[in-house]
């Protein structure tokens, strides 16, 4: 595998998590009882961005070495899938 299209899947393995990493912890403002004039309820009462990219990187470097180690080393692919449909070949 080429070094490129290493840093590409991760950048999107990357990416994906932090869309799931994001709702973990927040406390709106809502919650905090601290909601400034101008701004949603539901926004960040504190915005912890460091916090969230160490997390997404970990969690998303645990995704990719799975994926690594299951399609390069131990060659399993979308065809090692079943096939839940009809061949009608």
Known sequence: M???SI???YFIVWWLT???VLPFGLRTQAEAN???PGSVESAPARF?????VLI???VSAVIYSAWY???VRLGYGLDSLPQFYPNYE
């Open 7 to 9: 840093f590409a899947v």
């Open 48 to 52: 912890r961005g460091g916090r969230i």
């Open 2 to 4: 080429q070094l490129f």
């Open 69 to 71: 180690v299951l399609s």
């Open 56 to 58: 997404t990187t970990l």
């Open 34 to 36: 601290d909601v400034v």
């Open 18 to 20: 932090l869309f799931a």
